[in-house]
């Protein structure tokens, strides 16, 4: 598609449970990012990728959570025994190039996926 | 660390003019960024500025003084579907490839 495509779009799950939530970005983009959404909060940086390789995951709030990318595209963001404060809204972005450049910097943002933790 | 600081909510009457103000210390500035979200969609990109001055684009208009750490975005000829929040967002660069949001600013236009 023309965007990016995350799925998916809600997802309830219990506490304890693991989730995946996958990213799909715009083809050509070689940079992918995921950011955390909370109400009434920012958009809270979780791990950057470039290519297959993530030189920035500095954002990942524990041990429970990981991401890949594979084929320098789809990358899945995973949560292991998921807790209450996970619930969030999970935005990922992808943009040409990483860092800031007029045309090339800008970051294009999926709809995201709303995790609901009980 | 990085800090960016937004007001969180302004309101404005239609068809007037809002200033939206962001001041940010960051360890680097690598770029500013301005995006509007609303309400339940996925924020959408609207101005970029890396060097110091205004920028204009349609209704919108985005200044930045790197020497102050201060940016605004003005809206002309508010229109009701111009509420939304609007972000700030900040590129330190010095090898850091993170984008820095501020919370926001939740935007009301009013009849």
């Known amino acids: 598609g023309a965007g990016v495509s995350q799925s998916p779009s809600n997802k309830v799950t219990e506490k304890g449970k693991d989730v995946e939530l996958r990213c799909d970005p715009i083809s050509g983009h070689t940079a992918l990012y995921w950011y955390r959404q909370s109400l009434g909060q920012g958009l809270e940086f979780l791990i950057y990728?470039?290519?297959?390789?993530?030189?920035?995951k500095s954002g990942l709030p524990s041990d429970r959570f990981s991401a890949e990318r594979t084929g320098g595209s789809v990358s899945t963001l995973t949560i292991q025994r998921t807790q209450q404060e996970d619930s969030a809204v999970y935005l990922c972005?992808?943009?040409?190039?990483?860092?800031?450049?007029?045309?090339?910097?800008?970051?294009?943002f999926g709809e995201g996926s709303r995790l609901t933790v009980l | 660390g990085q800090n960016i600081d937004q007001p969180t909510e302004m309101t404005a009457t239609e068809g007037a003019i809002v200033q939206i103000n962001c001041t940010y210390q960051t360890s680097g500035f690598n770029g500013l960024f301005w995006y509007q979200q609303h309400a339940g969609e996925a924020p959408t990109f609207l101005s970029y500025?890396?060097?110091?001055g205004l920028e204009e684009k349609g209704r919108f208009s985005s200044f930045l003084s790197r020497s102050k750490g201060y940016s605004y975005l003005l809206l002309k000829e508010l229109q009701m579907k111009d509420s939304a929040s609007y972000l700030c967002?900040?590129?330190?660069?010095?090898?850091?490839?993170?984008?820095?949001f501020g919370k926001g600013t939740k935007l009301s236009v009013i009849p």
């Open positions: 967002a900040v590129y330190s660069g010095a090898g850091s490839y993170q984008l820095t």
């Open positions: 500025n890396v060097l110091d």
């Open positions: 990728f470039q290519g297959n390789s993530a030189p920035d």
């Open positions: 972005a992808s943009s040409l190039a990483p860092g800031g450049g007029r045309g090339t910097g800008e970051l294009f």
